[in-house]
């Protein structure tokens, strides 16, 4: 990782006045016990901040436990945060600690928190509160001592007024509220990114790594950027592999990134299916790039993930059952669960 001066955070590229704002927060944060509350767009850093805070802090020398609650099933996402004894539900054949647990004298990180189930944020209430659980299917009392950072990309001021998320859990997390900017508004951070990218995707075969020309560098500052830094990575590491020039100049760069008029999509009227589907397809082309070469797998990959996740869970994991709603047979589905990394979810 490459060294930041002593006023940024190591790891973190990027010094105008937004992300400044956020360094100063970060170190100020970092030593105290307080639960911090990470917000902001996809790909805008949150979980780099999180490591950071984790080692800023006292604790830096105990663990750091990330979960990603948007990844498990309500009954499987209890299990891993609290742990389970033997024979608390049928598939519970040994007893096994929960990541609370395992973060204890260290920090967990709730990435996702957003996706929590309205019953599971009541167990989370209670830790935050008292700092104790019981284990699924167990009676006695665990006590924890460890730091609580939890992320959403999804504003839950909306997920409370559409009674998704407790108002009691929102106000214990946020703290300490810590903003991600928008890369669309910090273009000033462009160029030192670009060059951080580059350096860190010099080709393998040790050809020298290529820079960005000023007009490449310029139509980036003017990109709109849905998927942040993360897309703005992808696509400095795509031209370093592509391009055949000694420097990446703006014909490298995909065509709707130069502004290049696309067929784009006519804009549906939002909150109806369409516009969701649009939505999907929009973000996949943002985050893949136009010439990425598998944009129709990547957005059937995602689209088939979500289904066969939603009707596994809507059976309870039963697999004949799932097929069969889904219409598929089974060999098909054990081996989209297997190709999606649905495991866990199906039994
Ligand atoms: N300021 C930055 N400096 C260097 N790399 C960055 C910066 N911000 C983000 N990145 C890189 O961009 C990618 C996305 O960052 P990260 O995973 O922290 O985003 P996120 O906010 O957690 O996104 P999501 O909501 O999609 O989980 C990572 O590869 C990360 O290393
Ligand atoms: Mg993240």
Redesign the pocket.
């Known amino acids: 990782m490459v060294e930041a001066s002593s006023h940024l955070i190591d790891?973190?590229?990027?010094d105008g006045p937004a992300?400044q704002q956020v360094y100063t927060i970060t170190r100020r944060a970092a030593p105290s016990h307080a639960t911090v509350l990470?917000t902001?767009?996809?790909?805008?850093?949150?979980?780099?901040?999180a490591r950071a805070l984790h080692e800023l802090s006292p604790r830096a020398t105990g663990p750091f436990v990330r979960v990603n609650c948007g990844a498990l099933s309500e009954s499987l996402l209890e299990s891993e945060l609290f742990g389970h004894i033997k024979g608390a539900f049928t598939s519970a054949h040994t007893s096994r600690t929960g990541r609370f647990e395992a973060a204890h004298g260290g920090t967990i990180f709730l990435?996702?928190i957003n996706s929590v189930s309205y019953q599971l944020q009541v167990k989370l209430l209670r830790v935050l509160q008292e700092h104790e659980f019981e284990r699924v299917g167990d009676t006695r009392t665990i006590q924890v001592d460890c730091r609580v950072i939890a992320?959403t990309?999804v504003d839950l001021v909306n997920e409370i007024r559409d009674g998704r998320f407790r108002e009691d859990l929102y106000y214990r997390l946020n703290v300490i509220p810590i903003n991600?900017p928008p890369l669309r508004e910090r273009p000033e951070?462009i160029d030192k990114?670009v060059n951080?990218f580059v350096e860190r995707s010099a080709t393998p075969d040790g050809a020298p790594a290529r820079p960005f020309t000023r007009a490449a560098l310029d139509v980036l500052r003017s990109y709109h950027w849905p998927g942040?830094?993360?897309e703005l990575?992808n696509y400095v590491e795509r031209a370093q592999v592509l391009s055949t020039r000694p420097s990446i100049d703006v014909d490298d760069l995909p065509d709707h990134v130069r502004g290049v008029p696309s067929p784009g999509p006519v804009r549906p009227a939002t909150g109806t299916l369409e516009s969701l589907c649009t939505e999907l397809v929009s973000r996949t082309i943002a985050e893949l790039g136009l010439e990425a070469g598998d944009l129709y797998a990547g957005v059937v990959s995602r689209v088939e993930r979500e289904v066969i996740l939603q009707v596994l869970r809507h059976c309870q994991g039963v697999q004949t059952r799932t097929a069969a709603r889904l219409g598929i047979n089974r060999n098909t589905l054990h081996k989209k669960i297997e190709e999606h990394g649905l495991h866990e979810e199906a039994r």
């Open positions: 790891g973190l590229i990027g992300m990470l902001g767009e996809t790909g805008t850093g949150k979980e780099l901040i990435d996702e992320a990309n991600l951070d990114l951080f942040n830094v993360r990575q």
